[in-house]
C-alpha cells in the first residue's frame, strides 16, 4: 500500500478497478484546511488522463508492472504477434495495446510489452530506431532557408517532418518517443 503523500512520478497504483500511474503531482497546504494533493493521473490502459486530489493520508495498493522483451513477429488483420525470446512463445495484440509503437516497429524489431498480472496491455518501442524514407518530394537546388522541412514517409507507413536534403532511400534516426527526425546515416 501506498498513501498519497507518498506520490511520486511514475509511481503505479490501483484506483477505482483500473491501474494508474502518476504523471504529475503538487502537495498543497493551503493557509486554512487540511493539506491535499493535487495530481494528474494517467490510465495506463487506456491511456486517459485525470486530474485529481487525494487526502495525503487516502491508501491505495500499488501496481506491479511487468515487462519483457519481446521481438515483433508479423500482423495478421488486426492482431500483431510477439515472441518472447527466451521461450520462443508467441502472443498476439490487438492494435489498440499496440497503437503508437507501430508507427515505428518493423519485423524481427526487439520492443518491450508491458504485462499487468500476467496479461500484455502495451508495447513499447525502442526510444530510437533507424528506417528508411520510402516517399517524399525531392528538395530543390538553391533552398536553403534555415529550418525549412518537408514530409517524408518511412517504411512503416509513418509521416514526419524532415530538412530538404533527405532524400528516398536514406536511412533516419527517428526519436520515437516524439516521432521527430533526429539524424540521417
Given at each position: 500500500?501506498i498513501?498519497?503523500?507518498d506520490?511520486?512520478?511514475?509511481?503505479?497504483?490501483?484506483?477505482?478497478?483500473g491501474i494508474?500511474t502518476?504523471?504529475d503531482?503538487?502537495?498543497?497546504?493551503?493557509?486554512?484546511?487540511?493539506a491535499f494533493?493535487?495530481?494528474?493521473?494517467?490510465?495506463?490502459?487506456?491511456?486517459?488522463?485525470l486530474?485529481?486530489?487525494?487526502?495525503?493520508t487516502d491508501?491505495?495498493p500499488?501496481?506491479?508492472?511487468?515487462?519483457?522483451?519481446m521481438?515483433?513477429?508479423?500482423?495478421?488483420?488486426?492482431?500483431?504477434?510477439?515472441?518472447?525470446?527466451?521461450?520462443?512463445d508467441?502472443?498476439?495484440?490487438s492494435?489498440?495495446?499496440?497503437?503508437?509503437?507501430?508507427?515505428?516497429?518493423?519485423?524481427?524489431?526487439n520492443?518491450?510489452v508491458?504485462?499487468?498480472?500476467?496479461?500484455?496491455?502495451?508495447?513499447?518501442a525502442?526510444?530510437?530506431?533507424?528506417?528508411?524514407?520510402?516517399?517524399?518530394?525531392?528538395?530543390?537546388?538553391?533552398?536553403?532557408?534555415?529550418n525549412t522541412?518537408?514530409?517524408?514517409?518511412?517504411?512503416t507507413?509513418?509521416?514526419l517532418?524532415?530538412p530538404?536534403?533527405v532524400?528516398?532511400?536514406?536511412?533516419l534516426?527517428?526519436?520515437?518517443?516524439?516521432g521527430?527526425?533526429?539524424s540521417?546515416?
Amino acid at each position: 500500500m501506498i498513501t498519497a503523500g507518498d506520490f511520486r512520478k511514475g509511481v503505479t497504483v490501483e484506483m477505482d478497478n483500473g491501474i494508474w500511474t502518476i504523471v504529475d503531482f503538487q502537495h498543497v497546504k493551503p493557509g486554512k484546511g487540511a493539506a491535499f494533493v493535487r495530481t494528474k493521473i494517467k490510465n495506463i490502459v487506456t491511456g486517459a488522463v485525470l486530474e485529481r486530489t487525494f487526502n495525503p493520508t487516502d491508501k491505495m495498493p500499488r501496481a506491479h508492472i511487468e515487462t519483457k522483451e519481446m521481438q515483433y513477429m508479423y500482423n495478421d488483420g488486426d492482431l500483431y504477434y510477439f515472441m518472447d525470446m527466451e521461450t520462443y512463445d508467441q502472443i498476439p495484440l490487438s492494435k489498440d495495446q499496440v497503437e503508437d509503437a507501430m508507427n515505428f516497429v518493423k519485423e524481427n524489431t526487439n520492443v518491450t510489452v508491458r504485462f499487468f498480472k500476467g496479461s500484455p496491455f502495451s508495447v513499447e518501442a525502442p526510444n530510437f530506431v533507424e528506417l528508411e524514407v520510402t516517399h517524399t518530394e525531392p528538395g530543390f537546388k538553391g533552398d536553403t532557408a534555415s529550418n525549412t522541412t518537408k514530409p517524408a514517409t518511412v517504411e512503416t507507413g509513418y509521416v514526419l517532418q524532415v530538412p530538404l536534403f533527405v532524400e528516398i532511400g536514406d536511412v533516419l534516426n527517428i526519436d520515437t518517443r516524439t516521432g521527430e527526425y533526429m539524424s540521417r546515416k
